[in-house]
Nanobody, 124 residues
Framework: QVQLVESGGGLAQPGESLTLSCTASGTIFTVFAMGWYRQAPGKERELVVIASMTTAGTPNYADSVKGRFTISRDYAKKTVTLQMDSLEADDTAVYYC????????????????WGRGTQVTVSS
């Protein structure tokens, strides 16, 4: 099994910054990608950013966070960190870490895993 442990989040005022981190652990042969989704009250879960963990390719950001959020990757530690700057009230949501993982060398396919989620609240 694979576990995703999230940290960070909390309360911020508009314009302030917060940082989220997520580390994958457990039975892992390859982590193909990691990223973040978010779900606001009454809304569907949406992509925030997804990044390859096997190449240094450009992460894929949602238009709503481009230029404000930055994801960094530590391939060896299987960790991603999301730096969230210039936060807005619309960024308020539960943020979920997501990873695409192949558990063993003989696994027939990769699987997607989710973290438990961490609350981000932006309010004055």
């Amino acid at each position: 099994q694979v576990q995703l442990v999230e940290s960070g989040g909390g309360l911020a005022q508009p314009g302030e910054s917060l940082t989220l981190s997520c580390t994958a652990s457990g039975t892992i042969f390859t982590v193909f990608a990691m990223g973040w989704y978010r779900q606001a009250p009454g809304k569907e879960r949406e992509l925030v950013v997804i990044a390859s963990m096997t190449t240094a390719g450009t992460p894929n950001y949602a238009d709503s966070v481009k230029g404000r959020f930055t994801i960094s990757r530590d391939y060896a530690k299987k960790t991603v960190t999301l730096q969230m700057d210039s936060l807005e009230a619309d960024d308020t949501a539960v943020y979920y870490c997501n990873a695409n993982v192949r558990e063993t060398a003989t696994s027939p396919r990769s699987n997607y895993y989710w973290g438990r989620g961490t609350q981000v609240t932006v309010s004055s």
